[in-house]
Protein backbone atom coordinates (compact mmCIF):
# COMPACT_ATOMS: atom_id res chain seq x y z
CA UNK A 1 0.00 0.00 0.00
CA UNK A 2 1.30 3.83 -0.86
CA UNK A 3 2.34 5.41 2.28
CA UNK A 4 0.44 8.25 3.70
CA UNK A 5 2.61 10.74 6.63
CA UNK A 6 1.24 12.01 8.93
CA UNK A 7 2.22 15.16 10.89
CA UNK A 8 0.68 17.81 13.67
CA UNK A 9 1.33 19.41 16.57
CA UNK A 10 0.80 16.93 19.33
CA UNK A 11 0.08 14.50 16.97
CA UNK A 12 3.53 13.28 16.05
CA UNK A 13 4.43 11.10 12.31
CA UNK A 14 3.25 8.26 11.42
CA UNK A 15 3.24 6.07 8.35
CA UNK A 16 1.18 2.99 6.51
CA UNK A 17 3.95 1.34 4.13
CA UNK A 18 3.71 -2.29 3.06
CA UNK A 19 2.96 -5.16 5.72
CA UNK A 20 5.77 -6.70 7.39
CA UNK A 21 7.41 -8.92 10.01
CA UNK A 22 8.18 -6.74 13.45
CA UNK A 23 10.96 -8.30 15.78
CA UNK A 24 11.39 -7.76 19.15
CA UNK A 25 14.22 -9.32 22.02
CA UNK A 26 13.53 -12.36 24.20
CA UNK A 27 12.27 -11.61 27.87
CA UNK A 28 14.90 -13.11 30.25
CA UNK A 29 13.97 -13.85 33.87
CA UNK A 30 16.01 -11.53 36.20
CA UNK A 31 19.00 -12.87 39.20
CA UNK A 32 17.48 -14.02 42.20
CA UNK A 33 18.93 -12.36 45.57
CA UNK A 34 19.75 -14.58 48.58
CA UNK A 35 20.88 -13.25 51.67
CA UNK A 36 23.92 -11.84 50.20
CA UNK A 37 24.36 -14.11 47.23
CA UNK A 38 23.79 -13.22 43.83
CA UNK A 39 22.88 -16.52 41.75
CA UNK A 40 20.83 -16.83 38.62
CA UNK A 41 17.20 -18.19 38.55
CA UNK A 42 17.05 -21.72 37.68
CA UNK A 43 14.81 -21.80 35.01
CA UNK A 44 14.30 -18.83 32.31
CA UNK A 45 11.13 -17.63 30.73
CA UNK A 46 11.65 -18.36 27.17
CA UNK A 47 8.84 -17.08 24.33
CA UNK A 48 7.17 -14.67 26.46
CA UNK A 49 6.48 -11.02 24.51
CA UNK A 50 5.81 -7.91 26.32
CA UNK A 51 3.89 -4.92 24.93
CA UNK A 52 2.94 -2.27 27.07
CA UNK A 53 2.51 -4.41 30.26
CA UNK A 54 1.05 -7.22 28.25
CA UNK A 55 2.42 -10.57 28.12
CA UNK A 56 1.15 -13.38 25.50
CA UNK A 57 2.34 -16.51 25.51
CA UNK A 58 3.18 -18.43 21.97
CA UNK A 59 0.94 -21.25 22.92
CA UNK A 60 -2.20 -18.99 22.66
CA UNK A 61 -2.80 -18.56 18.69
CA UNK A 62 -5.96 -16.36 18.58
CA UNK A 63 -7.56 -13.61 20.73
CA UNK A 64 -10.72 -12.91 20.64
CA UNK A 65 -11.87 -9.03 21.78
CA UNK A 66 -14.87 -8.41 23.76
CA UNK A 67 -17.99 -5.45 23.73
CA UNK A 68 -16.93 -2.81 21.17
CA UNK A 69 -13.22 -3.58 21.22
CA UNK A 70 -11.15 -4.67 18.12
CA UNK A 71 -7.92 -6.51 17.10
CA UNK A 72 -5.84 -4.63 14.15
CA UNK A 73 -2.55 -5.96 12.90
CA UNK A 74 -0.43 -3.00 12.73
CA UNK A 75 1.11 -1.92 10.08
CA UNK A 76 5.17 -2.47 10.21
CA UNK A 77 6.92 1.37 10.77
CA UNK A 78 8.92 2.50 7.69
CA UNK A 79 12.71 1.25 7.48
CA UNK A 80 13.81 3.71 4.75
CA UNK A 81 13.69 7.54 4.78
CA UNK A 82 12.08 8.99 0.88
CA UNK A 83 15.88 9.49 0.13
CA UNK A 84 16.56 5.89 0.90
CA UNK A 85 18.67 6.27 4.08
CA UNK A 86 18.18 3.10 6.45
CA UNK A 87 16.62 4.23 9.87
CA UNK A 88 17.69 2.79 13.13
CA UNK A 89 14.81 1.65 15.39
CA UNK A 90 14.94 4.58 17.71
CA UNK A 91 14.30 6.74 14.61
CA UNK A 92 11.64 5.02 12.80
CA UNK A 93 8.30 6.25 13.12
CA UNK A 94 5.47 4.90 15.13
CA UNK A 95 2.51 3.75 12.56
CA UNK A 96 -0.72 4.93 13.40
CA UNK A 97 -2.97 2.10 11.07
CA UNK A 98 -3.34 -1.22 9.98
CA UNK A 99 -5.90 -4.18 9.53
CA UNK A 100 -8.63 -5.72 11.36
CA UNK A 101 -8.36 -8.99 12.11
CA UNK A 102 -11.25 -9.42 14.14
CA UNK A 103 -14.29 -7.60 16.33
CA UNK A 104 -16.28 -7.97 19.00
CA UNK A 105 -19.68 -8.82 19.54
CA UNK A 106 -20.92 -5.22 20.11
CA UNK A 107 -22.28 -3.31 23.18
CA UNK A 108 -25.76 -2.64 24.94
CA UNK A 109 -26.73 0.77 25.10
CA UNK A 110 -30.09 1.69 27.25
CA UNK A 111 -32.07 -2.37 25.91
CA UNK A 112 -30.67 -2.09 22.44
CA UNK A 113 -27.65 -3.91 21.31
CA UNK A 114 -25.07 -2.10 18.70
CA UNK A 115 -23.17 -4.25 16.79
CA UNK A 116 -19.40 -3.24 15.85
CA UNK A 117 -19.76 -1.08 12.67
CA UNK A 118 -16.16 -2.29 11.21
CA UNK A 119 -15.93 -5.50 9.32
CA UNK A 120 -12.56 -7.40 9.53
CA UNK A 121 -10.53 -7.16 6.55
CA UNK A 122 -10.65 -2.90 6.61
CA UNK A 123 -7.75 -0.84 6.29
CA UNK A 124 -7.90 1.74 9.53
CA UNK A 125 -6.07 4.24 11.15
CA UNK A 126 -6.37 4.92 15.08
CA UNK A 127 -5.27 7.70 17.50
CA UNK A 128 -1.86 7.35 18.49
CA UNK A 129 -1.97 6.44 21.90
CA UNK A 130 -4.75 4.08 22.04
CA UNK A 131 -5.25 0.62 22.91
CA UNK A 132 -2.49 -2.04 24.27
CA UNK A 133 -0.01 -3.52 21.75
CA UNK A 134 0.48 -7.49 22.30
CA UNK A 135 2.58 -9.59 19.92
CA UNK A 136 0.70 -12.59 18.33
CA UNK A 137 1.81 -14.79 15.95
CA UNK A 138 5.00 -12.92 15.66
CA UNK A 139 3.45 -9.77 14.45
CA UNK A 140 2.39 -6.75 16.36
CA UNK A 141 -1.13 -6.40 17.35
CA UNK A 142 -2.99 -3.66 18.96
CA UNK A 143 -6.52 -4.17 20.84
CA UNK A 144 -8.49 -0.71 21.36
CA UNK A 145 -11.96 0.04 21.27
CA UNK A 146 -13.99 0.93 18.02
CA UNK A 147 -14.28 4.81 19.16
CA UNK A 148 -10.71 5.10 19.13
CA UNK A 149 -10.50 4.19 15.07
CA UNK A 150 -10.58 7.17 13.30
CA UNK A 151 -11.51 5.81 9.79
CA UNK A 152 -11.14 3.25 7.37
CA UNK A 153 -8.98 3.80 4.69
CA UNK A 154 -11.42 2.37 0.95
CA UNK A 155 -7.90 3.88 -1.02
CA UNK A 156 -4.24 4.42 -0.63
CA UNK A 157 -5.23 7.91 -0.67
CA UNK A 158 -6.23 10.02 2.76
CA UNK A 159 -8.35 11.91 0.47
CA UNK A 160 -10.82 9.05 0.44
CA UNK A 161 -11.11 8.03 4.04
CA UNK A 162 -14.26 7.59 5.54
CA UNK A 163 -14.57 8.93 9.17
CA UNK A 164 -16.48 7.73 12.11
CA UNK A 165 -18.83 7.84 14.70
CA UNK A 166 -18.73 12.23 15.02
CA UNK A 167 -15.57 12.89 13.11
CA UNK A 168 -15.21 14.63 10.32
CA UNK A 169 -12.60 14.59 7.53
CA UNK A 170 -11.12 18.19 6.54
CA UNK A 171 -8.76 19.37 4.04
CA UNK A 172 -6.95 22.46 5.28
CA UNK A 173 -6.23 25.57 3.55
CA UNK A 174 -2.85 26.87 2.57
CA UNK A 175 -1.18 28.94 4.62
CA UNK A 176 0.01 32.49 3.72
CA UNK A 177 3.33 32.79 2.10
CA UNK A 178 3.59 36.19 2.51
CA UNK A 179 2.51 38.80 5.73
CA UNK A 180 0.17 42.05 5.17
CA UNK A 181 3.66 44.08 4.07
CA UNK A 182 4.21 41.64 1.20
CA UNK A 183 7.14 39.89 3.45
CA UNK A 184 8.02 36.11 2.12
CA UNK A 185 7.67 33.36 5.32
CA UNK A 186 9.56 30.49 5.56
CA UNK A 187 8.05 27.39 6.10
CA UNK A 188 8.97 27.40 9.75
CA UNK A 189 7.56 31.03 9.95
CA UNK A 190 4.13 30.24 8.62
CA UNK A 191 1.01 30.40 10.68
CA UNK A 192 -0.85 27.09 11.24
CA UNK A 193 -4.20 27.25 9.60
CA UNK A 194 -7.42 26.08 11.72
CA UNK A 195 -10.05 26.87 8.35
CA UNK A 196 -10.53 24.08 6.02
CA UNK A 197 -13.34 22.47 3.79
CA UNK A 198 -15.25 19.42 5.03
CA UNK A 199 -14.47 16.27 3.15
CA UNK A 200 -16.12 14.11 4.51
CA UNK A 201 -18.37 13.28 7.56
CA UNK A 202 -18.81 10.16 10.08
CA UNK A 203 -22.39 9.33 10.50
CA UNK A 204 -22.93 10.59 14.26
CA UNK A 205 -22.18 9.87 17.58
CA UNK A 206 -24.86 7.38 19.58
CA UNK A 207 -27.29 8.83 21.78
CA UNK A 208 -28.23 6.60 25.39
CA UNK A 209 -30.82 4.56 23.60
CA UNK A 210 -27.81 3.30 21.03
CA UNK A 211 -29.50 5.75 17.96
CA UNK A 212 -26.67 7.80 15.71
CA UNK A 213 -27.33 11.54 15.91
CA UNK A 214 -26.74 13.27 12.67
CA UNK A 215 -23.61 15.68 12.40
CA UNK A 216 -24.27 19.47 11.72
CA UNK A 217 -22.13 19.81 9.46
CA UNK A 218 -21.71 18.36 5.81
CA UNK A 219 -19.39 18.02 3.08
CA UNK A 220 -18.25 21.11 1.37
CA UNK A 221 -18.82 23.14 4.28
CA UNK A 222 -16.00 25.60 4.80
CA UNK A 223 -15.48 25.64 8.86
CA UNK A 224 -13.22 27.12 11.67
CA UNK A 225 -11.42 24.47 14.12
CA UNK A 226 -9.60 24.46 17.36
CA UNK A 227 -5.98 25.32 16.27
CA UNK A 228 -4.15 21.83 17.91
CA UNK A 229 -6.98 19.02 17.63
CA UNK A 230 -7.45 15.96 15.75
CA UNK A 231 -4.46 14.31 13.67
CA UNK A 232 -3.08 15.24 10.53
CA UNK A 233 -2.05 14.02 7.21
CA UNK A 234 -0.99 14.54 3.99
CA UNK A 235 -2.78 12.77 0.65
CA UNK A 236 -1.20 11.52 -2.30
CA UNK A 237 -0.34 14.74 -4.11
CA UNK A 238 0.81 16.42 -1.07
CA UNK A 239 -2.83 18.23 0.27
CA UNK A 240 -3.10 18.81 4.22
CA UNK A 241 -5.94 16.87 5.92
CA UNK A 242 -7.20 16.84 9.30
CA UNK A 243 -9.71 14.37 11.32
CA UNK A 244 -10.75 16.22 14.28
CA UNK A 245 -14.50 15.31 16.00
CA UNK A 246 -17.43 17.56 15.53
CA UNK A 247 -17.29 19.14 18.82
CA UNK A 248 -13.64 20.71 18.12
CA UNK A 249 -15.34 23.21 15.28
CA UNK A 250 -15.65 26.18 16.54
CA UNK A 251 -17.63 27.55 13.08
CA UNK A 252 -18.83 27.72 9.92
CA UNK A 253 -17.95 30.28 7.40
CA UNK A 254 -19.76 31.58 4.45
Not at 142 to 165: A, F, Q, R, S, W
Not at 174 to 179: L, Q, Y
Amino acid sequence: MASLQVSGAGVGAAAFPAKGKASIGALRLPSTVIVGEVRPARRALRGLVVRAATVVAPKYTTLKPLADRVLVKINSSEEKTTGGILLPTTAQSKPQGGEVVAVGEGRIIGDKKVDVSIQVGAQVVYSKYAGTEVELNDYNHLVLKEDDIIGILETDDVEDMKPLNDRVLIKIAEADDKTPGGLLLTETTKEKPSIGTVVAVGPGSLDEEGKRSLLSVFAGSTVLYSKYAGSEFKGADGTNYIVLRVSDLMAVLS
